[in-house]
């Protein structure tokens, strides 16, 4: 079992919909857990953190965490051409951040 | 705040050819870390250093890959000799604190291995 699991998509959806990421985490211990996007031929930038159970807001993102399912979601509300990207899911424990594959986003206009 | 610098940008070789990265940290940020990723998947950790010492290099193929970080600051990844499933980008990062905080990246190397 892979440690950091997420479906490598693409997932497509319309400009203007709600684009929703899923990824599930092997560890229980995990502490903490990151979204990164990564634009072809470019580094990860960190987009969200959520630490706690629940919802963390930011803008047109959403990150939900349930530690008791090992599941970590983000959601991109309004979803723009410019959010196109291979979106990564990360998970720390004990100071080693674990990413999975990453699920390519298309948005078409 | 100069971000993580990253050299050489992109490198051909052979098989069995050596090569060696370097990676220069946001200043004052005492984690440092090695990532591999190749085409498809996701960064896969190597080395992670705190300071000049290695907190995790479970994932690297020590017969022919070595890091080192001497004083604490400047890293060198080498590979030795290269096989062709070494073909990736290798990233570094660095962040503030061990375990904590965000990982900022540089903007990687590219090995292709012919």
């Known amino acids: 079992q892979k440690e950091v699991e997420q479906n490598s998509g693409p997932l497509s959806v319309p400009e203007g919909a709600i684009a929703s990421l899923n990824c599930t985490y092997s560890?229980?211990?995990?502490?903490?857990f990151f979204w990164y996007r990564q634009y072809s031929g470019k580094s990860p930038e960190l987009i969200m953190s959520i630490y706690s159970n629940g919802d963390k807001e930011d803008g047109r993102f959403t990150a939900q965490l349930n530690k008791a399912s090992q599941y970590v979601s983000l959601l991109i509300r309004d979803s723009q051409p410019s959010d196109s990207a291979t979106y990564l899911c990360?998970?720390?424990?004990?100071?080693?951040?674990?990413f999975g594959q990453g699920t390519t986003l298309q948005v078409k206009p | 705040e100069a971000g993580v610098a990253q050299s050489p940008r992109y490198k051909i070789i052979e098989k069995r050819q050596s090569v060696a990265f370097w990676c220069n940290p946001i200043?004052?940020?005492?984690?440092l870390y090695w990532y591999q990723q190749i085409l498809g998947q996701g960064p896969k950790l190597l080395i992670q250093f705190q300071n000049n010492g290695v907190v995790d290099d479970s994932q690297l193929p020590k017969d022919r890959f070595s890091a080192e970080r001497l004083k604490g600051v400047d890293s060198t990844l080498k590979i030795q000799p290269a096989k062709l499933e070494d073909s990736a980008v290798y990233l570094c990062a660095s962040s503030s604190t061990w375990g904590e905080g965000e990982l900022f990246f540089g903007e990687g190397s590219r090995l292709t291995v012919l």
């Open positions: 990360a998970v720390r424990n004990t100071g080693k951040l674990i």
């Open positions: 200043s004052g940020h005492a984690t």
């Open positions: 560890d229980r211990g995990s502490q903490s």
